[in-house]
């Protein structure tokens, strides 16, 4: 199996064509999907010191995606969790997307896509999120609108949600979605 270390590199090289967004349902997936928070949001950006969970995990819903090898998932390359924070409004928040991935396969779009479609289908009426500064433009083309601007953990971010009417419920998060790389 291909893994990440701490310092955000693969320990092979290869290029994956396909990928499996869904809802995290092994043991292995959830550990992928929290080294690769780990990786990002402490090690890459700093934001956090040694770890970045908090008492969402706890009973959050984890959304991974993985590259597929064979048609087998085979490695954790982004994450993202939604939980529901009262009847009806849904959060999305630590969405993670390893570097050597971020241009292939809309990979934080489908992460996007999901999340706010499998919430969705269990009863949201709201979908929000705190969004990076920098990512705002992307959320925005994702159907999404700013509603304030809030620092958290001394950065700037934007309070958003999504239309929901733009993301169809998604009842089946297990099987989830599939990508293919740009370069096909």
């Known amino acids: 199996m291909v893994c990440l270390d701490e310092e955000l590199t693969l320990t092979e090289h290869w290029v994956p064509n396909e990928f499996l967004i869904r809802q995290s349902c092994q043991d292995w ?16 950006q700093g934001i956090f010191e040694r770890d970045d969970r908090d008492g969402i995990d706890d009973h959050c819903t984890h959304l991974v995606a993985m590259t597929c090898q064979a048609g ?19 959060w999305g928040s630590r969405l993670a997307v390893h570097p050597s991935f971020r241009s292939q396969g809309h990979i934080g779009v489908t992460l996007i896509k999901l999340a706010v479609s499998r919430a969705h289908a269990l009863g949201c009426h709201q979908f929000m999120a705190h969004v990076q500064l920098q990512n705002g433009d992307l959320f925005k083309k994702l159907h999404w609108s700013e509603h304030d601007k809030v620092f958290i953990h001394g950065r700037p971010h934007l309070e958003m949600s999504a239309d929901l009417k733009a993301y169809p419920p998604c ?13 096909l």
Do not use: N, Y
């Not at 997936?29 to 890459?44: H, K, N, S, T, Y």
């Not at 009842?171 to 370069?183: A, E, L, M, N, Q």
């Open 29 to 44: 997936e959830l550990q992928g999907a929290m080294a690769l928070r780990r990786a990002v949001f402490c090690i890459e």
């Open 72 to 90: 087998m998932p085979d490695q954790i390359i982004g994450t993202v969790r939604i939980h529901e924070q009262a009847p009806g409004v849904w």
């Open 171 to 183: 009842h089946d998060p297990i099987s989830g979605f599939v990508t293919r790389s740009k370069t």
